[in-house]
């Protein structure tokens, strides 16, 4: 590493318009994809698939760039202090986007449903749905035709019937796993590469065995429970809390997956180890979703 | 500390490349700060064009020129392109020019993300008009999309609306990652906090602001996507949702939105009063609490769009009184601007000209805004042309007075030679009297009762409304001038000094004019 001598700016590069390019075949390929779902014979995930193609290429020739630039001491502990706090506002702008849930979550379940059900200040939109009782977890929707309740739900069971309970699993897995990467890092830190390897790969069968868990939570909650994305809105806040939580740890998996490989082939030293760290970072905060997540999602 | 800056062969020694490939390659934040420019200049144009539109369709009562349903698209798109379009980027534009050059960084922190940022935002924008090129037409239902008239009643290119709004939003967040990076990172040494210039206090503060707020939004298009697509229930109440859990999660982006829109302004306006009044800034230090009260204020009262949407009556006395008290925080700012112009020399070439009228126009803006946060006045006001007078009044006189009174400020750091003065103070003129024949006369409208957002109106209001237009006009052919007189700034004029203002102060007047491509590369010593 050099000292605070220099500040490196890149020359010109392919890199971000190609990025452009592949978004907007994104844009176009989800678009299409999404609008074209009810046609059986619609061809237009193929521009999806070129775009994820495309934006995975940039991923790696740019990622690959940085590390070169970086074994070849281009960056100095200036820049890597740039490379530290982006990752950190990056990860505050994902920690407000799971807000915008947690509001819809908080909305529905203390103004929308009680008024629905006629109770508190604005209890007279009971009158659209007369019948309609208020209940957490909605099990009855007002409007059973359009929207049909769930048979069953994912609340917590009580401690005698814990071991039953998929989530309480799944919150192991995490929360431990979160403990593993940490043991993981100070291993590398004291220079013992054995151990960091050992548990990296604890870390990535405790992350997988989470979204295989979470897997077969929905297989249960399709074809049992009757709770899908359409039973009204308890399957809703329920799916896409839980859904992008899981989509944040399989991103989080395959970034640690991608970190543990390069571990592997002898990437890291002691001191310079910024990917693995800002890996770490983005893990510890899918574990703390998490936990919010279990608490208001699954608990209370 | 000193910068690298790596240079292959191609672009050897400090220069830029050649072609469009310096455009499309480039890591150089000047070049990316242009390109943003640019890119809003076309979009006020576009967005001008559809509100011309609007304003002929207006100009007698009865259907004239356009149907219903082409009217709705305009006004939507006229809403989301200069918000999104327009004010936006120009502020991230004058922030990739200026900022660098006045902390003494050599460059943004993170410059290939800052290409990315820039080029993934005309991909937003073509994407959103080529929806008005599909089967159903563009979106229709106002810039705030409201539920159910964005899902339920959508067209169905509203897929296309949710994707190009995913991707403003990334193009923001990336945007303000490396901002708020730069400035807090990259400062030249002795730099500390309260002695930064306060354009760049206020972008640091504004992109907080939309780090925050900018993935809010995202969610809120997701939901929108999943209730159109795949079945939630989020905004429809038959399955236990509620279309007004819709407006909450919008307007807990929308106001920390608006106010993205001004901080900056209020920046640039700062520095343009203090050099033209020959004073440095009355009161910095409240200046700098100021901005930071209402960048936390606006967390908290986003409801007073929705006054009328049936909130209990608690809710309804909260965020009035919280609205009231920005109030506070704005006084203080526009009484240093005056106390730093009184008793100052002050000359009054073009952008203190837009200054002052930002001052004068922006606190007329800001009272009919306290007006409308009376709650129970608002159910009076609620939806009519008053608050469209209100809108436009901060963001017209206020936003874009400010961005061009900086473009007027920066032009000859940025071309090397001055803008043409007499040209520049027609424009200005024009602008001025143009913006108030324009936008005045709607607070009288509202007032009496004209509701907003329709193509046709009673009759009562016909007078009134081809005033209206006719300001619109002027003001829109105006903006023309301003494009004339940029573009002869670049080719001529009178060669600029490097402090080009008498009295400027800061380190971006201590560099050549034109600025070169690098510079800072050894930072400076701040005292």
Redesign the interface.
């Known amino acids: 590493m050099s000292d605070?001598?220099?500040?490196?700016?890149?020359?010109?590069?392919?890199?971000?318009?190609w990025?452009?390019f592949g978004?907007?075949l994104?844009?176009?390929g989800?678009?299409y994809t999404?609008?074209d779902?009810d046609k059986p014979d619609s061809n237009s995930y193929w521009i999806l698939i070129a775009a994820f193609a495309v934006i995975f290429s940039v991923f790696f020739f740019?990622f690959g760039e940085v590390i070169k630039e970086n074994d070849k001491g281009?960056y100095?502990d200036?820049?890597n202090?740039?490379?530290v706090?982006?990752m950190q506002?990056?990860i505050?702008?994902?920690v407000?986007?799971f807000?915008?849930?947690f509001?819809?979550l908080g909305?529905?379940r203390i103004?929308?449903?009680p008024w629905?059900g006629g109770e508190?200040?604005?209890a007279i939109?009971n009158m659209?749905?007369p019948g309609f009782e208020a209940t957490w977890p909605?099990m009855q929707?007002?409007?059973q035709s359009?929207?049909q309740g769930p048979k069953e739900n994912m609340n917590f069971p009580g401690f005698a019937n814990v071991g039953h309970w998929l989530p309480f699993w799944n919150t192991l897995c995490l929360v431990t796993s979160s403990g593993t990467i940490t043991i993981a890092e100070h291993a590398l830190k004291k220079g013992n590469r054995t151990t960091f390897k050992f548990w990296m790969v604890m870390t990535l069968i405790l992350g997988f065995t989470f979204v295989y868990l979470q897997g077969l939570e929905y297989y249960e909650a399709y074809d049992h429970m009757g709770l899908?994305?359409?039973a009204?809105?308890?399957?809703?806040t329920f799916?896409?809390l839980t859904g992008f939580h899981g989509f944040h740890v399989c991103l989080g998996a395959i970034i640690l997956t991608i970190m543990t490989i390069r571990g592997f082939r002898g990437a890291f030293t002691k001191d310079d180890h910024f990917g693995l760290a800002a890996g770490s970072w983005y893990w510890h905060f899918v574990d703390v979703v998490w936990i919010l997540l279990v608490l208001v999602v699954y608990v209370f | 500390m000193s910068a690298v800056i790596d240079s292959h062969s191609d672009d050897h020694h400090h220069g830029p490349a050649k072609g469009i490939t310096r455009w499309l390659y480039t890591t150089n934040h000047k070049d990316i700060g242009t390109l943003y420019l640019w890119f809003s200049f076309l979009m006020l144009f576009l967005g001008g064009a559809m509100a011309m539109v609007i304003r002929a369709e207006l100009f007698e009562p009865g259907s004239q020129i356009v149907s219903p349903e082409f009217y709705n698209q305009m006004l939507t798109n006229h809403g989301l392109i200069m918000v999104f379009g327009a004010v936006m980027p120009a502020f991230v534009g004058l922030a990739n020019w200026i900022i660098p050059m006045q902390i003494g960084a050599p460059d943004m922190a993170l410059p290939r993300m800052n290409n990315l940022s820039f080029w993934i935002l005309p991909v937003a924008f073509g994407i959103l008009i080529s929806t008005f090129f599909m089967e159903g037409g563009g979106p229709n239902f106002g810039w705030t999309f409201y539920a159910p008239l964005s899902t339920t009643y959508a067209p169905p290119t509203v897929t296309f609306f949710i994707f190009a709004v995913h991707i403003m939003g990334a193009s923001s967040i990336m945007g303000s990652i490396n901002i708020i990076t730069t400035i807090l990172n990259m400062r030249a040494p002795g730099m500390t906090f309260m002695k930064m210039p306060l354009f760049t206090w206020t972008w640091l503060i504004t992109a907080y602001l939309l780090i925050a707020v900018m993935p809010v939004l995202a969610g809120a298009v997701t939901m929108m996507l999943m209730d159109i697509h795949f079945g939630t229930s989020f905004f429809n109440a038959a399955g236990g949702g509620d279309p007004v859990l819709f407006q909450h999660v919008f307007w807990f982006f929308g106001h920390p939105e608006v106010y993205i829109m001004i901080l900056p302004a209020f920046g640039i306006v700062s520095h343009i009063i203090e050099t033209f009044s020959r004073k440095p800034i009355f009161g910095y230090t409240s200046m700098v609490y100021a901005i930071a009260s209402i960048a936390i204020l606006s967390f908290i009262v986003w409801a007073h769009h929705m006054f009328t949407v049936g909130m209990p009556i608690a809710g309804e006395l909260f965020f009035m009184y919280t609205t009231m008290l920005i109030a506070i925080p704005t006084g203080v700012k526009v009484f240093n601007w005056l106390s730093t112009m009184f008793k100052g020399s002050i000359s009054f070439e073009t952008p203190m000209l837009f200054s002052i009228a930002f001052v004068a126009l922006f606190t007329i803006g800001g009272l009919s805004g306290l007006m409308l946060a009376i709650a129970p006045a608002d159910f009076q006001y609620h939806d009519t042309y008053f608050v469209v007078a209100h809108f436009h009044y901060v963001l017209v006189p206020g936003a874009i007075f400010g961005i061009i009174a900086g473009v007027y400020y920066w032009l000859p750091k940025w071309t090397g030679n001055m803008y043409d003065e007499v040209l520049g103070k027609t424009h200005f003129w024009m602008s001025f009297i143009s913006v108030n024949i324009t936008f005045f006369p709607m607070h009288f409208v509202g007032l009496a009762g004209m509701p907003r957002r329709i193509p046709d109106y009673a009759l009562q209001f016909a007078d009134f409304n081809m005033v209206i237009s006719i300001g619109a006009f002027i003001f829109g052919l105006t903006q023309l001038l301003f494009l004339f007189i940029i573009l002869k700034s670049i080719f001529a004029g009178k060669q600029a000094t490097s402090e080009v203002w008498e009295g400027a102060k800061g380190l971006e007047w201590t560099v050549a004019s034109p600025a070169p491509y690098h510079t800072f590369e050894t930072p400076p010593e701040v005292k």
């Open positions: 605070q001598s220099s500040y490196f700016v890149p020359a010109s590069s392919r890199l971000p318009i990025m452009a978004l907007m994104f844009v176009l989800a678009g999404i609008n779902l740019w281009m100095s200036q820049l202090r740039s490379f706090m982006g506002w990056f505050f702008s994902e407000m986007f807000f915008a849930f509001l819809a909305y529905v103004f929308a449903v629905l508190g200040e604005k939109t659209l749905w909605v929707t007002p409007d359009l929207f899908t994305l359409g009204g809105i308890y399957g809703t799916f896409l």
